[in-house]
């Protein structure tokens, strides 16, 4: 059974940072790209921040110099640290993994979820 297992979120005072993991099981977990979406009240889902299988990183301009994803592969965990939190940074934070097979993409699995407030 796949499964991707969010935590780290939490209240946080703007400017503070936080540490998200994710700990993913029931697939192999090298395979796969991963990343971090966030969905916001009343927004679309978005990505954040990915990491490929070679460990490439891609930020979405609202998370660069701020965020940074990284992955452990013996532990099977994705992190995403998060610095000078922003009140717009509030949301529900995903964790996604992404097959591709020659650059085809072919499936992914999400995590529940964990929420982010940063708020005074």
């Known amino acids: 059974q796949v499964q991707l297992v969010e935590s780290g979120g939490g209240l946080v005072q703007p400017g503070g940072s936080l540490r998200l993991s994710c700990a993913g099981s029931?697939?192999?977990?090298?395979?796969?790209?991963m990343g971090w979406f966030r969905q916001a009240p009343g927004k679309q889902r978005e990505l954040v921040a990915k990491?490929?299988?070679?460990?490439?990183?891609n930020y979405a301009d609202s998370a660069k110099g701020r965020f940074t994803i990284s992955r452990d592969n013996d532990k099977n965990t994705v992190f995403l640290q998060m610095n000078g939190l922003k009140p717009e940074d509030t949301a529900v934070y995903y964790c996604n993994a992404a097959y591709s097979d020659n650059g085809y993409f072919e499936h992914e699995y999400w995590g529940q979820g964990t929420q982010v407030t940063v708020s005074s």
């Open positions: 990491i490929t299988r070679s460990g490439s990183t």
């Open positions: 029931g697939f192999i977990f090298s395979h796969y790209a």
